[in-house]
C-alpha cells in the first residue's frame, strides 16, 4: 500500500520547474483550445510554434544540461543528488503520440562504458515491477526497443554514473486533453495515470529490492 510505501522508503521529488516554458505552453494551449476537446492530430492546439514551451528563459533544453551544468536548475539539482545518492532516480518524460509507455532499459548497444553492468541488470529488475503493475491496469508498453544510456547529460544517465539507478519513462504524449493515435485514443487521465503507476511501481521495486541497490 502507499501508507507501506511511505513508511519503508524515503522519497525526494524534484519538480524540474520550468516557469517560464510553462508560461508560454500555457499562452498558447488557452489560445489554441477550443471549449470541446477535440482528438484530431492536425488540430491547432497541437502545432505550437517555435519556442514552445520546452527551453527555459534562456531557450535551454534543462534535460540536456545535466553534464554541462550550465544552468542554475540543474547545478542546485546535481549538487542534491551527490549530497543524498539515492538508490533510484526517475526521470518521466513524454515522447511521440504514436507510441505508448516506454522504461528502461533501452537498448543494449547504446549503453555508457562507465556504466556498471549491475545498473542494467538492476534496471531490467525493476522492469519487472512495472510491466507488472500495467499489466493489471491493461495498459499497452515496452523496454529495451529505444532510447539509449549513453549520453550523460540526461536525467535517466547522468545518475548511473553517480552511483544511482537512473530510469527513464516516456509517455506518449496527448498534446491536449485527447488525442487519436495509431495505437488508439489516449486521455491526459490516462497519460498522467501511467506515470502515477510507475512510479509507485518504483517505489514497491526499491523497496524489495533494496539490499541489492544498495
Known amino acids: ?17 520550468n516557469p517560464d516554458g510553462y508560461g508560454r505552453f500555457s499562452t498558447w494551449a488557452n489560445h489554441a483550445a477550443g471549449r ?6 492536425s488540430h491547432r492546439e497541437r502545432t505550437e510554434f517555435w519556442p514552445g514551451g520546452r527551453g527555459n528563459h534562456y531557450f535551454f533544453d534543462l534535460n540536456r544540461d545535466w553534464l554541462l551544468l550550465q544552468q542554475p536548475e540543474t547545478v542546485n539539482r546535481g549538487r542534491l543528488l551527490q549530497k543524498y545518492r539515492p538508490l533510484v532516480m526517475t526521470d518521466h518524460h513524454e515522447m511521440g503520440s504514436d507510441r505508448t509507455l516506454f522504461f528502461q532499459p533501452g537498448v543494449s548497444s547504446r549503453w555508457h562504458p562507465l556504466i556498471p553492468d549491475a545498473n542494467r541488470k538492476l534496471s531490467e529488475r525493476l522492469g519487472v515491477y512495472h510491466a507488472s503493475a500495467l499489466d493489471r491496469a491493461k495498459r499497452l508498453y515496452y523496454s529495451g526497443e529505444s532510447f539509449d544510456d549513453f549520453y550523460p547529460g540526461k536525467g535517466s544517465t547522468w545518475p548511473d554514473l553517480q552511483g544511482t539507478v537512473g530510469i527513464l519513462f516516456e509517455q506518449a504524449s496527448t498534446s491536449g486533453l485527447v488525442r487519436d493515435t495509431e495505437q488508439g485514443r489516449i486521455t491526459l487521465p490516462m497519460a498522467v495515470h501511467n506515470q502515477v503507476i510507475a512510479t509507485l511501481s518504483t517505489l514497491e521495486g526499491t523497496r524489495e529490492l533494496a539490499p541489492e541497490l544498495r
Open 1 to 17: 500500500s502507499v501508507r507501506e510505501l511511505l513508511r519503508d522508503t524515503v522519497i525526494m521529488i524534484d519538480p524540474s520547474l
Open 36 to 41: 470541446v476537446p477535440v482528438a484530431d492530430p
